[in-house]
């Protein structure tokens, strides 16, 4: 049983959100999607500025995290936290010497 609730909770989450991060060049916008195939997680953010796979992507007791690293415009490693609420999510994003910021999303309806 618990395995079943693990792979529901897993396949809840998987979708295309909205998200919007606020950064110290200001606020930025994207779309954060979340695939689930097998009981795995996977998933890509994407922008402007191109798309990234997320790495250790993962979804535990109700909080979402992945990690990041990004070349442009500045060599960063990004860790981000979570927590999803029906079609919303909020949290975190820790931007190394840049300190914590917000984001937000909602789910894509489509």
Request: no cysteine; charged share 25%.
């Given at each position: 049983?618990?395995?079943l ?52 992507l ?21 860790k981000?936290e979570?927590i ?27």
């Amino acid at each position: 049983m618990l395995i079943l609730a693990r792979m529901e909770s897993k396949n809840l989450i998987a979708g295309i959100w909205e998200v919007t991060i606020q950064t110290p060049l200001g606020e930025r916008t994207g779309i954060l999607e979340l695939r689930s195939s097998r009981g795995k997680l996977s998933g890509d953010l994407s922008s402007q500025a191109g798309s990234i796979d997320l790495d250790d992507l993962s979804h535990q007791d109700g909080k979402l995290s992945w990690t990041i690293a990004v070349e442009d415009p500045v060599k960063l490693n990004i860790k981000a936290e979570a927590i999803i609420k029906g079609d919303r999510l909020s949290g975190t994003v820790h931007l190394g010497a840049f300190g914590e910021r917000g984001f937000s999303g909602e789910r894509k309806i489509t």
